[in-house]
């Protein structure tokens, strides 16, 4: 038995229909597995359809049956996609899940014989491998058996979810334009029939060019809203029209209105030619934007950029400015006479070229830090001047911020510090001489200290005393003495010059106080009256607190507290304490001198039984270079 759709056509006729892929699949289709049986058992009313379907051009598809078995034509086969050939021959219900419950409803109807015509109807369907919106119209009718009672569901399948989406979006861009311009108090619409001479506009349009809202809604010639234009620019005005009105091409033009009270305001008016089938303009529609708050901006920042300008000419530092990158984009004229680089140069790679060899390796790491961070930039470096010289220079910058934080600009001066720089370096040596001769008084006051007490037993102890708290003076002056610190002025920590003066009470190779706690960085005005300050609460602790027994300890903690800085001296481990002695000895005012007088802090001692707590108070800015010692 065939099971052709086209059991009477010769090979050659067969062959060419098969040509379409999708009746070649009907007559390979295995219908013998399928509900609806082998082709030849199909009614003759049915299989005369198919023929007609597969001939179509226009996508159609066939639910038979109460499942919706699925036959369709290589048209709907293309609007099928990743779906077909899958669903060939399903029954619609799984064939499209899901829009299961529309096709249902739709094979209902055919069954009972009733035609139906969606139009635009929007189907979320898989065709492509994820769920997407699709609009399409619709039409439904019934197909009839050989005795006339239906049998399924013709559909005949017209996409147009091209035309929807391009219609929504024409809608959203319309409604977009029609909310700018009645949200926007600054723009304003006209047409001009230039055939006829007339321009209609809305209301904001003539109230820019002073004219009632009515005749302009109505129509007024040209001229009349030429009227409004200032007598600076009609002329150009007029010349651009012509030139737009000629050639076809857009009209846009900046110019002033003069208000009737004498005011002027600068406006954009753009457009663009509407030529009829003779190739002449016939109307020219556009839009005007009053722009005077932008010219009035742009002109202050033109005014702004030319001060900004003179004051960096006239500064003595070079001056030079970066984008966010670091590229350079402008220089001062200081800076093209110190580097006699041809002026008018930006060249952000000449840098490594002015640069000392031996200082671009130290200078680049700091500029790519602060690029990277946004920290200010700081770096002395040598330059090289356009005598071939190489002179000192210090670079600073620091970034420009918009209101979001994000940088904009980074700003940047360089200022010629080479004569000051050889004169601190001169200075420093004389600083260091100073230093190691002060040193060197310390050692001969020591020693002198020594002979004069060698023939008197009686003043041996005065005499140990004494030559110990020298000892602390020349420690807190070595310890920051010029030649120890990198750079001239730099501030140390207070927990490295305790740990200097706290090396005498080791004890097997071990560190009885330990320093806990924030450290403090001090300079050389704080340094003395500290290493005064720990000596004799070490000497006292040596001889009468836990120092003075094996196994006793110190515990200092620093802390930050507000404005002030906190420490606290505790010992354990020592003798029991019985009775609160009376602090009136050298020592003791020695302390307080050095603590309220000369640092203009506050000190509390506590007698615990486990031991002595000296609590001291200090002023941040006490530990400073920037101090003044307290007389």
């Not at 359809?49 to 598809?61: D, F, G, Q």
């Not at 639910?63 to 078995?69: L, Q, S």
């Not at 934080?405 to 200022?415: D, K, L, Y």
Request: aromatic share 8%; glycine share 8%.
């Amino acid at each position: 038995m065939p099971k052709s759709l086209f059991p009477s056509a010769s090979t050659e006729t067969r062959a060419r229909l098969e040509q379409d892929p999708t009746l070649k699949l009907i007559n390979d289709y295995d219908w013998s597995s399928n509900p609806l049986g082998p082709i030849p058992t199909w009614p003759e009313s049915l299989r005369g359809a198919v023929r007609v379907m597969m001939a179509a051009s226009t996508p159609m598809v066939m639910m038979i049956g109460a499942t919706g078995i699925l036959i369709y034509n290589n048209a709907y086969a293309g609007f099928a996609a990743d779906r077909h050939p899958e669903i060939f021959g399903m029954p619609a219900l799984e064939a499209w899940p899901e829009i299961a419950e529309f096709n249902r409803h739709k094979i209902k109807l055919g069954l009972r014989g009733h035609s139906l015509i969606l139009r635009d109807q929007e189907l979320v369907l898989n065709r492509y491998g994820q769920l997407e919106s699709g609009w399409m119209d619709l039409h439904y009718s019934p197909l009839l058996n050989d005795d006339g009672v239906p049998l399924g569901t013709l559909c005949i399948v017209h996409e147009t979810t091209d035309r929807v989406v391009a219609e929504k979006a024409l809608a959203r861009s319309e409604e977009r334009m029609s909310l700018a311009l009645s949200g926007a108090s600054l723009i304003g619409t006209w047409d001009w029939d230039v055939t006829k001479n007339i321009v209609t506009a809305d209301d904001k349009f003539a109230k820019l060019y002073n004219l009632d809202p009515l005749h302009a809604g109505l129509g007024a010639p040209l001229e009349d809203f030429m009227g409004a234009i200032h007598p600076d620019d009609v002329e150009r005005v007029t010349v651009t029209i012509e030139a737009s009105l000629a050639d076809g091409s857009p009209f846009q033009s900046e110019y002033r209105l003069v208000a009737p009270d004498g005011s002027v305001r600068w406006v954009i008016a753009s457009g663009r030619p509407r030529r009829g089938a003779d190739g002449t303009t016939q109307r020219l529609p556009g839009v005007v934007v009053d722009v005077t708050d932008q010219r009035l901006t742009s002109d202050a920042l033109v005014e702004s950029e030319l001060r900004f300008r003179t004051l960096a000419d006239t500064m003595p530092q070079m001056v030079w400015s970066t984008l966010p990158d670091g590229v350079h984009d402008y220089y001062n004229a200081r800076w093209y006479e110190f580097t006699g680089v041809p002026a008018g140069s930006t060249d952000s790679e000449i840098w490594k070229d002015l640069i000392h060899p031996d200082d671009v390796e130290c200078a680049q790491p700091v500029w790519f830090h602060a690029l990277a961070t946004g920290a200010p930039y700081q770096m002395e470096y040598r330059l090289r001047h356009h005598s071939g010289l190489y002179r000192w220079t210090l670079g600073l910058a620091l970034p420009i911020r918009d209101a979001s934080g994000q940088i904009i600009r980074w700003i940047g001066t360089c200022t010629d510090i080479h004569e000051t720089r050889l004169a601190t370096e001169e200075r420093e040596i004389v600083t260091q001489e100073l230093s190691h001769r002060i040193k060197n008084i310390f050692a001969v006051l020591t020693g002198i200290i020594s002979l004069s007490a060698r023939g008197r037993p009686e003043v041996k102890d005065f005499a140990d005393e004494l030559r110990q708290r020298v000892y602390a003076l020349g420690e807190a002056h070595d310890f920051v003495r010029p030649q120890n610190t990198d750079e001239p002025g730099q501030q140390r920590s207070l927990r490295a010059l305790v740990s200097r003066l706290m090396q005498p009470y080791r004890e097997n190779e071990q560190d009885r106080v330990d320093y806990t706690g924030e450290d403090a960085e001090i300079d050389d005005g704080a340094a003395t009256p500290l290493a005064l300050l720990f000596h004799e609460l070490g000497t006292n602790a040596a001889k009468y607190g836990s120092l003075s027994l094996a196994g006793g300890r110190v515990h200092i903690t620093g802390a930050t507290v507000g404005d002030s800085y906190h420490l606290t001296w505790k010992e354990q481990g020592g003798p029991p304490i019985s009775e609160v002695p009376q602090l009136n000895g050298f020592g003791s005012r020695l302390i307080r001198l050095s603590v309220e007088g000369q640092l203009n802090g506050q000190i509390e001692t506590k007698w615990e039984p486990d031991g002595l707590q000296v609590v001291v108070q200090l002023p941040q800015e006490a530990l400073r270079r920037t101090a003044r010692l307290k007389t």
